[in-house]
């Protein structure tokens, strides 16, 4: 299966940055989408920002010209750039990545991080 693994977030005053790191491995025959997904206590999950393999590019709208998505498909990794941050910013954020592997066929699966910790102080 595909196993992700991510880092970068912390404690960081408003106005500070932050940058995430996710990195897929396993066996990978394909990986399509990847992006973040956020989470506050008492919230659902939202989409944070996505990434095609073509290099398509989708925000939420909360996020637009703080926050930008990159990916190094060499390395099977997505990144988060995080600027400017707000408190309304903190949550736990998780790595997705949709991807076949080599036993899944046509079948494209989610695949999620363990999520890291973002919390962002005033």
């Known amino acids: 299966q595909v196993q992700l693994v991510e880092s970068g977030g912390g404690l960081v005053q408003a106005g500070g940055s932050l940058r995430l790191s996710c990195a897929a491995s396993?066996?990978?025959?394909?990986?399509?989408?990847m992006g973040w997904y956020r989470q506050a206590p008492g919230k659902e999950r939202e989409l944070v920002a996505t990434i095609a393999s073509g290099g398509s590019l989708n925000y939420a709208d909360s996020v637009k010209g703080r926050f930008t998505i990159s990916r190094d498909n060499a390395k099977n990794t997505v990144y988060l750039q995080m600027n400017s941050l707000k408190p309304e910013d903190t949550a736990v954020y998780y790595c997705?990545?949709?991807?076949?592997?080599?036993?899944?066929?046509?079948?494209?699966?989610?695949?999620w991080g363990q999520g890291t910790q973002v919390t962002v102080s005033s």
């Open positions: 396993g066996s990978i025959f394909r990986i399509s989408d």
């Open positions: 997705n990545v949709k991807a076949r592997t080599f036993s899944s066929g046509v079948y494209t699966r989610d695949y």
